[in-house]
Structures are given as structure tokens and as C-alpha cells.
């Protein structure tokens, strides 16, 4: 925690929509008008707020690395998150984990589910890199598209699946499958924000994959 005090000193959170010191993203700054909801097949995605504004600022800031800014959307997406319900990150590659120094899903899906009482379960990885060095628990895992799961983590459980951005709900798609793989139930996942324009026009051509925005609800 001194550690981290430091650090604040140092580098104080910051608004990744305004600048203002003191959040990675301040009240003025968060979407206010409630989640929205969007559906693919078998899979129902919450969201914060369509990918815009302040709000794609964030994730932007995010993807550069910025902790700050993770650790507000966690605060921000916690009272989406269900008491003792089990958040599933979408893992970045191992060599944007290097770059950027940490996972920012991750540490979203962390800071939310101590806010919210329930747990981060760090069960899924990309195939490509790490997930490739044969180590004794590779072996277990199910794999389905770029993603793996570890069945020891997600057999018989229900989990939902935590993600920056929707935008095709492709990425999405493929790690439920390889928890559904693992013996993991997964219905639910909770994105910061959905690209409601790439899904409808980027979706794949068949018709049952396409998403459409359900409802506005607060
Ligand atoms: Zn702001």
C-alpha cells in the first residue's frame, strides 16, 4: 500500500475525459443514463454505455496501460456485478500484458468483484504465447478459437465474462464457448462499452448472430 501511495503521489489518477485529477474517470465523466443491453446468440452482454465520448476515452487509455483508469471502471461496473457471482476475464496476449505492464480487463474485472463481493476467476488465456509452453496445466485446458479455459476453475459453475469492448461479440463468443467446453456455464457477460454500429454492420452474415440493442433500462 506504501508502495502504491507513492505511486499516487507521483502519478495521480487522472480523468481520461477531462484531465480532472483525482479518478481515471470522474462522475462528470461517466455515463449516466444507465447500461445497455445487447444480445448475440446465447450470450447476453451488459454495458456500461455505447463505445463514444468519454467513455472511449477510457477504454483508449486502458489499452494504452493506464491503472488509473482501470481501477475506475472497476468502481464504475461493480454494482453491475452480482454478490458471490464468479467474473471471467477476457485475457489479453501475453505480449500486450508485457508492453502495457498489466492485463486492464483483468484488473477491471479485480477491482469489481472486491467492490461487489464476488470473485475474479482468471480461468481463460490466448492460445498464442504462454498458453503454448506445454506446462503441466495446459494439458487440461479446453480451447476454442484463440482462447483456452482451465476446466479446474469453471466445471459446474456459472461465470460471467468481463471485456473492455463489444464490438462483433465474436471475441466474446469464442471464450464462452471454451468455458461451455470446460464444463462452465456462461449466459452473461458485462463489457465497459458496445460498439452498437460495428456489431449491427461488422456482425457475421447469418442472420442469428446479429446483435440487437434490447432496451435502455436503469
Ligand atoms: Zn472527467
Not at 29 to 42: D, K, M
Not at 90 to 118: Q, S
Not at 155 to 175: E, F, H, I, K, M
Request: hydrophobic share 45%; net charge positive; charged share 25%.
Amino acid at each position: 500500500m506504501r508502495a502504491r501511495a507513492i505511486l499516487d503521489f507521483l502519478f495521480p489518477p487522472q480523468c481520461a475525459g477531462c484531465n480532472a485529477l483525482g479518478s481515471g474517470l470522474c462522475s462528470a465523466c461517466t455515463p449516466s443514463n444507465g447500461p445497455i443491453r445487447v444480445r448475440f446468440p446465447a450470450l447476453r452482454v451488459t454495458a456500461l454505455a455505447p463505445y463514444e465520448g468519454t467513455l472511449r476515452a477510457a477504454v483508449l487509455a486502458l489499452k494504452d496501460g493506464r491503472r488509473d483508469v482501470a481501477e475506475a471502471l472497476g468502481a464504475i461496473v461493480a454494482p453491475l456485478v452480482e454478490r458471490d457471482s464468479a467474473l471471467v476475464p477476457i485475457p489479453t496476449t501475453a505480449r500486450r500484458k508485457r508492453e502495457r505492464g498489466f492485463d486492464g480487463v483483468a484488473a477491471i474485472a479485480l477491482v469489481a468483484a472486491r467492490a461487489a463481493g464476488a470473485h475474479a476467476i482468471r480461468a481463460l488465456e490466448q492460445r498464442a504465447g504462454d498458453a503454448q509452453r506445454g506446462r503441466s496445466r495446459r494439458q487440461r485446458l479446453a480451447a476454442h478459437g484463440r482462447f483456452c479455459c482451465d476446466a479446474t476453475l469453471v466445471a459446474g459453475r456459472r461465470v460471467t465474462l468481463v471485456d473492455d469492448v463489444c464490438t462483433t461479440g465474436a471475441t466474446l463468443q469464442d471464450c464462452a464457448a471454451a468455458v461451455r467446453e470446460s464444463g462452465g456455464l456462461v449466459e452473461e457477460a458485462l463489457v465497459v462499452a458496445v460498439a452498437l454500429h460495428e456489431a449491427g454492420s461488422r456482425a457475421p452474415a447469418t442472420k442469428s448472430a446479429r446483435p440487437w440493442k434490447e432496451a435502455m433500462f436503469g
